[in-house]
């Protein structure tokens, strides 16, 4: 069974140009969860999808980040227009249920250098 | 969430076996223990989880605190590969995973 991808594994932009990072679940996952860690900062959640809906989008910086995730499968994250704290590391995992039972896989992240 | 305390770092003996422990003295009845690891340059990686009695997978064994207030990722036989960050996450419900700083452990020949 194929693992979260995530693609690209590394992505370097100027600031002010946009990106969008791909992650595909675990196929049958209907919960997908974006996470990030910037230089030097503990793991943070972003957001969480449950098929096409966004159950909580709490932990999004601000509005230069755009979630998507249509038709249920795989999510995309754009960030318009980026900034240098933007930088870090871009997790996606997915689950099979969302509760506190439920384990996440996640993917190998995108590496993310806005310069 | 319930606040975690654990080492900032560990080391063992390749072979030997490693006990890695977690407070969680605020942990609500309810709250499952998870336990994650990241590799280095890999992304987070579920290890474990309990929510009152000791648990076994082919990874780890989880022991838990008869109060609950602690909690101790056990790893057999520590091999190279098992070097990593180890967060110990406890879930009062939901969905979001609320890492920590973790125990990064080192894994000497």
């Known amino acids: 069974e194929a693992g979260v991808t995530q693609f690209p594994s590394h992505s370097v932009i100027e600031k002010g140009q946009t990106v969008t990072l791909r992650c595909d679940p675990i196929?049958?996952?209907?919960?997908l969860y974006w996470y990030r860690r910037v230089m030097g900062k503990e793991i943070k959640f972003l957001l969480h999808?449950?098929?096409?809906?966004?159950?909580?989008e709490s932990g999004m910086p601000n509005n230069r980040f755009l979630a998507e995730r249509t038709g249920g499968t795989y999510s995309t994250l754009k960030v318009q227009p980026a900034e240098l704290e933007d930088s870090g590391v871009y997790f996606c995992?997915?689950?099979?249920?969302?509760?506190?039972?439920?384990?996440?896989?996640f993917g190998p992240g995108t590496r993310l250098t806005v310069t | 969430d319930a606040k975690t305390t654990q080492p900032n770092s560990m080391e063992s003996n390749e072979e030997e076996p490693v006990h890695l422990p977690c407070n969680h003295s605020?942990?609500?009845?309810?709250?499952?223990i998870h336990w994650y690891r990241q590799l280095p340059s890999q992304g987070p990686e579920y290890v474990i989880h309990?929510?009152?009695s000791n648990v076994n997978n082919r990874m780890a064994s989880l022991a838990i605190a008869e109060d609950r207030k602690s909690s101790t990722l056990i790893l057999h036989r520590a091999t190279l590969r098992d070097a990593a960050v180890y967060y110990c996450?406890?879930?009062?419900?939901?969905?979001?995973?609320?890492f920590g700083k973790g125990t990064s452990l080192l894994v000497t020949p």
């Open positions: 995992a997915s689950s099979q249920g969302s509760g506190q039972y439920y384990e996440q896989y």
């Open positions: 196929s049958g996952h209907d919960n």
């Open positions: 999808f449950v098929k096409e809906s966004k159950q909580d």
């Open positions: 605020t942990i609500s009845g309810t709250d499952y």
């Open positions: 309990g929510l009152t």
């Open positions: 996450i406890p879930r009062p419900g939901g969905y979001a995973l609320n």
